[in-house]
């Protein structure tokens, strides 16, 4: 596959999505109470949670995308960072940064782990030495272990939560690294935002949160859909198709 026929149309989705994080970040730093738990704060949450599961969907389906892709996982938490820290009395920085790469770390390990341990087990043998890649993979692992082992119940509450509002990204992305066919995909997000809308029906009072996995699942039916669109895409085809190009 022609590195350059996929990066055009992502170019272009990267855009839309740049546009939409700037109109809803100005949304919440123009917000006068400055307070968390609103809407604006919402669907900026659930834009990040849906483009950040996009780049490990892109990453488990393309190989030769995935620094690219690193690049999108590092900028998404920053953004957060940046954006939604303010909203916090008092703004402490440090803490409010640590608790956004903890999200970031657990939906990364939700969306790629199952996928890559699979994947590992079947093609590396006992026999087999560590690359210095997977070297590097494995201390970062270890490093975020011992992090969650110091704070244990943060680490475990944080945990808990971002497994339910990362849902849809964990589906989405483990989807996307093998589905060939929009239709189950689209039935899949559809439904999500269906049970969005009814409990949204049922308990008004939460329809901020409920925006949050809207606008999480809008994000990751329209990137799964160009990220489809582009090829069956598997990484390890991509790995095997170089040499031939």
């Known amino acids: 596959m022609d ?10 989705f990267i855009g839309i999505n740049v546009g939409l994080d700037a109109i809803v970040g100005i949304a919440v730093y123009s917000d006068v109470s400055h307070s968390f738990e609103t809407l604006w704060q919402f669907l900026f949450g659930g834009l990040l949670l849906g483009q950040f599961g996009l780049c490990c969907g892109a990453r488990l389906r393309f190989e030769a995308m995935r620094h690219y892709t690193y ?5 998404l938490p920053v953004a957060g960072v940046v954006v939604l820290q303010p909203s916090f009395h008092p703004p402490e920085t440090r803490e409010f940064a640590a608790i956004i790469m903890l999200v970031a770390g657990f939906t990364a390990l939700y969306c790629l782990g199952p996928r890559s341990l699979m994947h590992w087990l079947s093609t590396q043998g006992l026999e087999n030495r560590f690359t210095l890649q997977q070297l590097f993979v494995g201390t ?11 704070h244990f119940q943060v680490a475990l ?11 849809p990204s964990i589906v989405a992305s483990n ?3 093998k589905v060939v066919e ?7 997000m559809v439904s999500g935002l ?11 009072l939460a329809a901020p949160l409920f925006g949050m996995f809207v606008a999480q699942i809008m994000v990751l039916w329209v990137g799964g859909i160009l990220l489809i669109s582009i090829g069956e895409g598997s990484a390890r085809r991509e790995v095997v198709g170089l040499p031939e190009e």
Do not use: D, H, N, Q
Not at 3 to 12: D, G, K, V
Not at 140 to 150: G, N, Q, S
């Open 3 to 12: 590195r350059s026929s996929i990066l055009a149309p992502l170019l272009i």
């Open 71 to 75: 690049i999108g996982m590092f900028l």
């Open 140 to 150: 970062i692992l270890v490093a975020f272990a011992c992090v969650i082992a110091m």
């Open 157 to 167: 509450g944080i945990g808990l939560g971002v497994f339910v509002l990362a849902l």
């Open 175 to 177: 989807l996307l690294a």
């Open 182 to 188: 929009m239709t189950g995909y689209s039935w899949m």
């Open 194 to 204: 269906l049970t969005c809308f009814l409990f949204t029906a049922i308990e008004p």
